[in-house]
């Protein structure tokens, strides 16, 4: 074994924990945003799968389900709309040069 690919050895390992990623207290929270709103999400989904449920059995009313209905249009419609500027931005950064 070179010397010198040792020592170039000894540096990298000395190095790598200065240039590892460190946890951004300040922006913790973003996840966990995140987590929240994809938890109210799939809440929100079955909540009007309840109603609807319901609603055919006969033990809830037509203008419920309705209601159901239209909030998980309107968040279907907002998830759908969140994954369409991420990927969009994914594909602007894929068109960056290197």
Known sequence: MDI???Y???GYASTRPATAPKLDTANAGSE???AQAAGEF???LQESE???QAAL???ADSQALVEAL???ELAVEAAVAVRDKVVEAYQEIL???V
């Open 4 to 6: 010198r690919s040792a």
């Open 32 to 34: 966990g945003k995140l």
């Open 57 to 59: 059995t006969g033990g």
């Open 70 to 72: 239209a909030q998980t």
């Open 50 to 52: 309840s109603i609807a």
């Open 8 to 10: 170039a050895a000894q």
């Open 42 to 44: 799939a809440q929100s």
């Open 95 to 97: 068109r960056m040069p």
